[in-house]
């Protein structure tokens, strides 16, 4: 099924410790995104792409990083995990210019 | 910091009444959109106006934006108890038609 897919969809890391959160698409997408949701909050952007090579920062980018050497891959990388990062990571991709975003089902993190 | 505000937070209704939702933003837009999110999952892209129109259709659903105000509403008519959902409006802003900001959205609960 065409959409986004990402993995994993839970994750228990100890403070300190490294990820990659993992996101696909097959839709020949070159708008993609990372957000993050919080409790009773709606999405704040992390990271987004407008194109394999190319990223930029969003809304909240410290303590994560991105690369995009690919259309279809957009990892989020967390250096080191804190318990702030504890929330549920949303990615989503779209095609340029005005239209919807297509979002993945969510990874829900926790740092202990 | 966020763009869009909901309002109300919170609503309930009874199985064929019509739900209204309001978002007011900042600065000038490209567009704005309105997802919803069942409890536990991704969002699902509803609709999409841009700058230009006032007004926008889509099933049960009806959209308008007021540039002058800052503002959109979004009508769901004949509600059904599979549309309890949170609704989150998203605008792109002018310039940056690739980035979404999101409000924090209006938990809706349709009674059977």
């Known amino acids: 099924n065409a959409g986004v897919t990402q993995t994993p969809k839970f994750q228990v890391l100890k403070t300190g410790q490294s990820m990659t959160l993992q996101c696909a698409q097959d839709?020949?997408?070159?708008?993609m995104s990372w957000y993050r949701q919080d409790p009773g909050m709606g999405l704040r952007l992390i990271h987004y792409?407008?194109?394999?090579?190319?990223?930029d920062q969003g809304e909240v980018p410290n303590g994560y990083n991105v690369s995009r050497s690919t259309t279809e891959d957009f990892p989020l990388r967390l250096l080191s995990a804190a318990p702030s990062q504890t929330s549920v990571y949303f990615c989503?991709?779209?095609?340029?210019?005005?239209?919807?975003?297509?979002f993945g089902s969510g990874t829900r993190l926790t740092v202990v | 910091s966020q763009q869009g505000e909901e309002d109300p937070q919170a609503l309930s209704i009874q199985e064929g009444e019509n739900a209204t939702m309001n978002c007011s933003y900042k600065?000038?837009?490209?567009?704005l959109q309105w997802y919803r999110q069942n409890s536990g999952r991704g969002l699902v892209h509803l609709i999409l106006?841009?700058?230009?129109?006032r007004e926008k259709h889509s099933g049960r659903l009806r959209v308008t934006l007021d540039t002058s105000k800052k503002s959109s509403s979004l009508l769901i008519t004949a509600s059904r108890a599979a549309d309890t959902a949170s609704y989150f409006c998203?605008?792109?802003?002018?310039?940056?038609?690739?980035?979404?900001?999101f409000g924090s959205g209006t938990q809706l609960t349709v009674l059977p």
């Open positions: 792409s407008v194109g394999a090579g190319i990223t």
């Open positions: 106006i841009r700058s230009n129109e």
């Open positions: 998203a605008t792109a802003v002018s310039g940056s038609a690739r980035q979404l900001t």
């Open positions: 600065t000038s837009i490209n567009n």
């Open positions: 839709m020949n997408h070159e708008y």
């Open positions: 989503a991709s779209s095609y340029p210019g005005a239209f919807g975003y297509t």
